[in-house]
């Protein structure tokens, strides 16, 4: 049974960093493609950044700002989040096929 478990987000001013962090169980991690997703209020759930064997993929508005990495060994997926704006504000979900975590809320704000 794929379980996701989301932790990281919080409260930070524009300009800040956050660094989330997923852990997963249940597959293949190290076999898996896994997506950090967003989702604000009243807009589209949207793809941030794909990573599986191929380069890693970024959403255009987060490119240069976000990073995403994996630690196979620990099998946990993380997100580096720096120069945050206020537009990033979302719950962040890591994703993986059709299943995802409980998110975790990302707020920008001064």
């Known amino acids: 049974q794929v379980q996701l478990v989301e932790s990281g987000g919080g409260l930070v001013q524009p300009g800040g960093s956050l660094r989330l962090s997923c852990a997963a169980s249940?597959?293949?991690?190290?076999?898996?493609?896994m997506t950090w997703a967003r989702q604000a209020p009243g807009k589209a759930f949207e793809l941030v950044s794909g990573?599986?064997?191929?380069?890693?993929t970024y959403l255009p508005s987060v490119m240069g700002r976000f990073t995403t990495s994996r630690d196979n060994a620990k099998n946990t997926l993380y997100l580096q989040m720096d120069s945050l704006k206020p537009d990033d504000t979302a719950m962040y979900y890591c994703?993986?096929?059709?299943?995802r975590g409980q998110g975790t809320q990302v707020t920008v704000s001064a």
């Open positions: 249940g597959f293949d991690f190290s076999a898996a493609f």
């Open positions: 990573i599986g064997t191929a380069p890693i």
């Open positions: 994703v993986k096929g059709s299943s």
